[in-house]
């Protein structure tokens, strides 16, 4: 099947790390033999602007072509205003970037488009798929639900997004709650897949050392510039975990390769994950792959699959605190705790294979 993925989230030459779970989708629907290719739509921005955000590291100066993982990604260019000020201008603009995509994939015609994150590349993905008269597939990670629905301008324009749309895909199923009252296409619950290769699997093992002695290398799975990660609050559990009597090292991951990243959690005690908004934090999922514990705040799927023991019962430093202990006191060879089958990448290609048969 012949697929046009597009999304504003993708690895750039100069930042592999972004957008690394659209890549791991494209590899997946690759190796499943279809006929894959990219557009990653990027605002037009000068280099400063980067600062504002950790995520558009390497946007400024992107090239408007690149290959990536043996295939070519284009890279259109439109107009995009900060905090979302005048969407009108936004959508207009990159819909606009329709005859641009047209021009680079010639006679190639798709006969499915998916979209990575609507907002605001879901307007140019329901552009192209009306004029190829083909089905277009939305998959919605965080923002989109979590921020977009809400916000005065983008809210209207998502809602109108979803429901052209032929399909849409959550990544959790605890994202069914935000459509309460939305009119939105036939809805599939897809998480990502589980990157992590074998050469870096291995079960999550115990803890030894001495009690409120020893050092911790806590990991925080998250560049401490993207505020909805809240690395403040794991800073101050960090605190807490010293008055107890610990010595704490904190290790943050910015824009490090993913084997880099798999090598520093198989080293950390634990994984603090403290964000106030995840739909399903794959980082939780790499870290137990890995072999290393997670203690978290009650976000996106994990109470669903972690030990009730890893979730903190409040996002106070002191909860965390408690949930840091209960989890390296924790006898993880005797609960032999393994991810969930469902997110693993055979059941994910499964759905994937069976929803696009179904278009």
């Known amino acids: 099947m012949r697929i046009l993925v597009l999304s504003g989230m993708h690895p750039l030459p100069t930042n592999v790390a972004r957008g690394t779970f659209v890549a791991d989708h494209v590899r997946l629907l690759r ?21 504002r955000r950790s995520t558009l590291a390497g946007a400024a100066k992107a090239p408007s072509r ?36 047209h021009r680079w994939l010639g006679e190639w015609a798709p006969e499915a488009v998916v979209v990575h994150a609507l907002w605001p590349v879901g307007a140019l993905a329901i552009t192209l798929a009306e004029a190829w008269k083909v089905p277009c597939i939305g998959v919605v990670h965080g923002w989109d639900l979590d921020v977009g629905l809400q916000h005065r301008d983008v809210g209207p324009r998502l809602r109108r997004m979803m429901a052209a749309l032929d399909r849409l895909v959550l990544v959790a199923k605890e994202q069914r709650a935000h459509l309460e009252g939305i009119e939105h296409a036939d809805v599939s619950v897809i998480p990502c897949h589980v990157p992590v290769e074998e050469d870096w699997q291995q079960p999550v093992s115990s803890w030894r050392g001495r009690w409120r002695r020893d050092r911790l290398d806590v990991l925080f799975p998250a560049d401490p510039r993207r505020p909805e990660k809240e690395h403040y609050l794991a800073l101050e559990t960090g605190r807490e975990l010293e008055t107890r009597g610990w010595i704490v090292g904190m290790t943050t991951l910015r824009q490090q390769p993913r084997p880099i990243v798999w090598d520093r959690m198989m080293v950390a005690s634990l994984t603090l994950i403290t964000s106030s908004r995840e739909a399903g934090p794959l980082v939780a999922k790499e870290s137990i792959a890995c072999g290393t514990p997670v203690a978290s705040v009650d976000v996106g799927d994990l109470a669903r699959w ?26 993880w060879n005797e609960r032999n705790v393994a991810l969930p089958e469902w ?11 069976a929803l696009l048969a179904g278009l």
Request: aromatic share 6%.
């Open 31 to 51: 190796d499943a033999g279809h006929d894959v290719r990219v557009v990653n739509p990027l605002p037009r921005m000068m280099r400063y602007q980067e600062n």
């Open 66 to 101: 690149h290959t990536f993982d043996g295939g070519e990604v284009l890279i259109p260019r439109y107009w995009g205003l900060s905090n979302q000020a005048s969407s009108w201008l936004t959508s207009a603009s990159i819909r606009r970037r329709s005859s641009t995509v």
């Open 306 to 331: 972690l030990p009730k023991a890893c979730i903190a019962e409040d996002r106070s430093p002191t909860a965390l605190a408690d949930a840091c202990e209960r989890v390296l006191e924790m006898n």
């Open 343 to 353: 997110c693993l990448r055979p059941a994910v290609q499964d759905a994937w294979s």
